[in-house]
């Protein structure tokens, strides 16, 4: 069992079949095919069921799949370990960053990314933080601004800066005049995030525990950025930062069980390595929030 055998057997997974693995490999379907017999007389087990052109993962093969995945995340830690410069003053970030932070702690870290350390080159990535912290546990990501709470025992996180989510609607809103309860806002429509964001199943069982119904989401968004001018003169209301509402002509819907207050922070692959690199822009990001 070697690097390479690793290698084409997740291809062969991802693709689903052994010559569309070949194809991104640009080698030949028989190295394929005697990669994977190489590995099933190795472990003494099948790994793959065939089905026409198509594979399928046996039991074992799914637990194998996932320890080759990781055994190959490991060396490419290695490698990039190995290969990066010790001073931090080079080399290439991806920094994954939630829409709500982005304009309030980015602007001022790179521009002393490109004032101080300009051989430091940024990938940025912005979006829902399901999203988000997928691609950095896919390692697609070195470094994510999201809230610290979603990290969990996943991820290691450092806090950076707070940051409250309320209830937001259009000013003049039927909701504005009067003081609003939950059930008042079960009588409007609202504009949300998919179930899968974490600020949208934090809402939803703010309503459980009240003993309500979840919000009838008549719009569903993956980016909230647009959520402003979506919600135009309607009567819609949704949830979102309030750091965020200057000059949107929203304005916040007060009422105490569906105010959350969270930290936002950085988020790295617990036990990933960090290139000097990384550590510079993770530096700067500190600097802006104690500036």
């Not at 409007?188 to 009240?210: C, K, N």
């Not at 819609?236 to 069980?257: H, M, N, R, Y």
Request: charged share 25%.
């Amino acid at each position: 069992m070697n690097e390479r055998d690793l290698r084409y057997f997740v291809a062969i997974v991802d693709c689903r079949g052994i010559g569309a693995a070949a194809q991104r490999l640009g080698v030949t379907q028989p190295a394929v095919t005697k990669c994977v017999d190489r590995l099933e007389d190795v472990l003494r087990t099948p790994l793959l069921s065939r089905k026409g052109r198509y594979v399928e993962l046996t039991p074992a093969g799914i637990l194998f799949h996932r320890r080759a995945k990781a055994i190959l995340l490991r060396m490419e830690d290695a490698m990039q370990e190995l290969s990066n410069h010790a001073t931090g003053h080079s080399g290439h970030v991806r920094l994954g960053a939630a829409a709500t932070m982005t304009e309030a702690l980015l602007p001022g870290a790179l521009k002393r990314v490109m004032r101080e350390t300009p051989g430091i080159t940024i990938e940025l990535a912005t979006g829902m933080n399901d999203v988000l912290r997928e691609a950095l546990r896919e390692n697609r990501l070195d470094l994510l601004i999201s809230p610290t709470a979603e990290g969990g025992d996943e991820f290691e996180s450092e806090p950076l800066i707070s940051d409250r989510v309320v209830v937001v609607a259009r000013r003049g809103h039927p909701l504005c005049s009067t003081p609003s309860t939950m059930a008042d806002m079960l009588h409007y429509e609202w504009i949300l995030p998919p179930s899968t964001v974490a600020l949208r199943r934090w809402l939803d069982h703010s309503f459980e525990r009240a003993g309500l119904s979840h919000p009838r989401v008549q719009v569903e968004v993956n980016s909230l950025v647009l959520m402003p001018r979506l919600i135009g003169d309607t009567d819609l209301i949704s949830f979102a930062s309030s750091q965020k509402l200057d000059g949107t002509g929203l304005v916040e819907i007060a009422c105490p069980e569906t105010t959350h207050d969270r930290s936002f922070g950085l988020l790295y692959r617990r036990d990933a390595f960090r290139s000097p690199a990384v550590d510079t822009v993770a530096a700067f990001l500190r600097s802006v929030t104690k500036g």
